[in-house]
């Protein structure tokens, strides 16, 4: 139940902050910006606290430990897989026409003498 309202909490906090962005119209523009930071850096400090935010935390860490750990391919792996999709493309968009061309001449020449 404390979690709960941790969040709900933090929520508002966020929402505040940007109620302070419209409240604050008259006032310069670094100032409405500020706002909205505060309400968001107030909401995070608050979420943080929680169950589910030190989860979200762990889990974030998680994440970036495997993304670590990701082979990312080279340019040159890039390039070719990328001319592959490329050339993939173009044999499908030739076949593609070439079939809804076959098509049309059987249904509309052959079948209803539409000429």
């Given at each position: 139940?404390?979690?709960?309202?941790?969040?709900?909490?933090?929520?508002?906090?966020?929402?505040?902050g940007?109620?302070?962005?419209?409240?604050?119209?008259?006032?310069?523009?670094?100032?409405?910006?500020?706002?909205?930071?505060a309400?968001?850096?107030?909401?995070?400090?608050?979420?943080?606290?929680?169950?589910?935010?030190?989860?979200f935390?762990?889990?974030a860490?998680?994440?970036?430990?495997?993304?670590?750990k990701?082979?990312?391919p080279?340019?040159?792996?890039?390039?070719?897989?990328?001319?592959?999709?490329?050339?993939?493309v173009?044999?499908?968009?030739?076949?593609?026409?070439?079939?809804?061309?076959?098509?049309?001449w059987?249904?509309?020449?052959l079948?209803?003498?539409?000429?």
């Open positions: 139940m404390a979690d709960k309202l941790k969040v709900a909490l933090a929520l508002a906090l966020i929402a505040a940007v109620v302070g962005f419209y409240l604050l119209s008259e006032q310069a523009l670094v100032l409405r910006v500020l706002s909205v930071l309400g968001v850096a107030a909401g995070v400090a608050v979420a943080w606290q929680s169950e589910p935010g030190r989860r935390v762990a889990f860490r998680e994440s970036i430990t495997e993304t670590k990701v082979v990312w080279s340019r040159k792996e890039t390039v070719q897989t990328t001319g592959l999709v490329f050339a993939f173009v044999v499908m968009a030739v076949f593609l026409w070439v079939t809804d061309k076959s098509l049309e059987v249904l509309y020449d079948i209803l003498g539409w000429k």
